[in-house]
């Protein structure tokens, strides 16, 4: 944890730094070089490419469907709608491919199917069981009308800015060819309007610059719909995702607890159970002396009487690293301030609670306190501290300040970074403030649940 703080004097490599190289490389506002970008060009390829996928999607899965249905007087039903579910599913990895390359959305893939059983029928009761295949089925149904309208107003607009903006390089087509001035605004039996003097053409061109600059923004709210499409019923549900985070988080709860274990175990070896080892020897060795020599006994006795104190107080804050007994008997107020006394700065400290939270909740809360004062009193340089823990809806919030030297990072993988992992295990959130020469604001949430028994 010691490369936490401090870091980042080098060159800058920031957000600020990236969002001034951006602004160097991009001197036209976004608004004028909209139409020319790469990303209005994918745009475009993906909505005129939607209307003949969508086609041929609708065709498959309502044919596919009304034949597995009506098909299910016999057995042949069911495989058949199965089939139609299945491809709808590949289909939908192909319409997950095509928004990556096009939209730059990138959608993971659905829950895999579950077999209950071995062989061709459990793979049919898997697939019609699926939320995803009835998803993907429902995609390809959608698609069809929202791609026709996407496509209409897409072509619509396009077309019309262009050909309007291009209009003084090709408005000659019409007196040489049609027989008349220009662009016919109105005409009847006795007058016609045509765009065709300077001004006029000037006047078109930019109506046709503004329908130019318009375009790509309404494409790209419209392909907004597509990519909300694809996310929703193309990728993993929400409880899919819910139970690979649930997982994920279980394997760092599993790390961090065997971690603890080996601490825990390794600070007994090294420390307590060697002193007591060493305290069994002395006292063995005093009383082979004791009727010898009773004043080089009692020197060893006296010995062993301090290494008796030294184990009692690595045994101590053994327990308190474990959970300590102030934590369990007064909360939260009185274990953090224990442990601001500890610091090598002064710390101030401040706990608005009405009620105790759970013991499992205030153990998290007190050591990640805990730790966080541990690197202010390592690595920030600082010269006060502060502690605030308040209560906000349903969320305990944390937050430790100091005014050291910041250069704090959790996308280094230190220190940080760990105690992140061990809050998202229990869907608590770390955010750090920490710029170059600080201050360092480091906030931490948690899930509020109240104190039951104890």
């Known amino acids: 944890m010691a490369t936490e703080y401090g870091q980042g004097y080098g060159l800058p490599t920031g957000p600020g730094h990236a969002r001034g190289v951006e602004g160097r490389r991009h001197r036209m506002p976004s608004a004028l070089r909209a139409p020319v970008e790469g990303r209005a060009w994918r745009e475009l390829a993906y909505v005129l490419l939607s209307l003949p996928v969508s086609i041929l999607l609708f065709t498959y899965a309502v044919t596919m469907v009304s034949l597995g249905a009506g098909l299910l007087v016999t057995f042949l039903g069911v495989p058949v709608l199965a089939a139609a579910l299945a491809g709808c599913r590949g289909i939908g990895s192909v319409e997950r491919a095509r928004a990556r390359g096009l939209l730059g959305l990138d959608v993971g893939e659905p829950e895999p199917l579950r077999l209950e ?82 001004f006029e053409i000037a006047v078109t061109a930019g109506v046709g610059l503004l329908f130019t600059l318009a375009t790509p923004w309404i494409v790209r709210a419209l392909t907004m719909v597509d990519r909300l499409m694809v996310h929703g019923l193309l990728g993993p549900s929400r409880l899919a995702t819910r139970v690979v985070e649930l997982e994920s988080d279980r394997g760092v709860v599993v790390d961090t607890a065997a971690a603890d274990l080996r601490r825990i175990e390794r600070d007994l070896h090294d420390g307590a159970q060697a002193r007591l080892v060493n305290l069994a020897m002395d006292l063995g060795l005093a009383k082979e002396k004791l009727r010898e020599d009773p004043q080089a006994a009692a020197r060893m006795v006296d010995e062993a009487h301090g290494e008796v ?27 953090l301030s224990s442990v601001a006394s500890r610091c090598a700065v002064p710390v101030q400290v401040e706990v608005d609670l009405s009620e105790r939270p759970a013991p499992a909740i205030e153990g998290i809360a007190y050591f990640t306190v805990s730790e966080l004062l541990q690197n202010v009193s390592k690595h920030s340089r600082a010269t006060w501290a502060a502690v605030e823990v308040w209560r906000s809806e349903d969320r305990l919030m944390l937050q430790v300040v100091d005014n050291g030297v910041g250069g704090a990072d959790l996308s280094r993988g230190s220190g940080l970074a760990g105690l992140a992992e061990r809050l998202e295990a229990v869907d608590g959130i770390l955010v750090v403030d920490s710029p170059a020469g600080g201050p360092t604001r480091v906030t931490a949430e948690l899930p509020w649940r109240a104190e039951r028994t104890r």
């Open 117 to 198: 059983r071995q062989g061709f029928m459990g793979w049919v009761g898997a697939v019609l069981k699926s939320g995803a295949s009835w998803r993907a089925l429902l995609y390809s149904v959608l698609q069809l009308p929202w791609a026709v309208l996407s496509f209409a107003v897409t072509v619509t607009f396009w077309t019309l800015g262009w050909s309007l903006l291009t209009y003084p390089l090709w408005f000659w087509v019409f007196p040489m060819h049609a027989g008349q001035g220009g662009i016919q605004l109105y005409g009847d039996e006795q007058h016609a309007i045509y765009l065709d003097n300077p």
């Open 309 to 335: 104190k030294t184990a009692l107080q690595e045994l101590r804050d053994l327990a308190r690293g474990i959970h300590p007994a102030v934590l369990t008997d007064r909360g939260l107020d009185a274990a």
